[in-house]
């Protein structure tokens, strides 16, 4: 797999057909890359039982994931490559929870990221006439907790204890030990911190 960049280079574009135009993102061989992905963690991941957690991490690590032993990650949540995902001790992605991280996704220590939240890392050039598409990295603090179906944007960090209430959508950093809600999420209150 191609290394992380902040701009990913339409492959269509040297051959005359840009994505816009209906040209492929990505180069062939990462396109494959991620069908075998999505076919291992169909076979081998999405049908298990809470009891099977190990197998999941096992499967992540073999398509390039750093996950501690103790991170948590449901059957249910789509991953669009491990290779951009790391996960620290008793890190948590709930059920049906998105992470689109053509750029790297970083779930610290003690992290929630709850059910059917996203995680997205891309997003395009609205201005330029190829539409490329645009990705940075985005970091889930320690402590933290992403609510129920929030919506993380591209380049957001998600400082230490911060909350992002259910729902709520963020484009820009959360401060430590805060509480967000609502669209676009503003601080509604301090949270006690956890020692």
Known sequence: MARYSETVEPRGRAHG???LLGGATFELRHRVARMAWSTCWILFARWTPPQL???RRLVLRAFGADIHPTAMVRS???I???GNLKMGERASLGPGAICYNVAPVTIEDFAIVSQRAHLCTGTHDIDDPDFPLRARPIKVGRNAWV???AFV???VHIGEGAVLGARAVTFRNLEDWTVYGGNHAEPLRS???IV
Do not use: D, I, Y
């Open 76 to 78: 249910s949540v789509k």
């Open 53 to 55: 957690q190990p197998l």
């Open 80 to 82: 669009w490559w491990p």
């Open 191 to 193: 949270r006690k911190k």
């Open 153 to 155: 944007g591209p380049g």
């Open 17 to 19: 057909r840009s994505p």
């Open 147 to 149: 609510a129920a179906e």
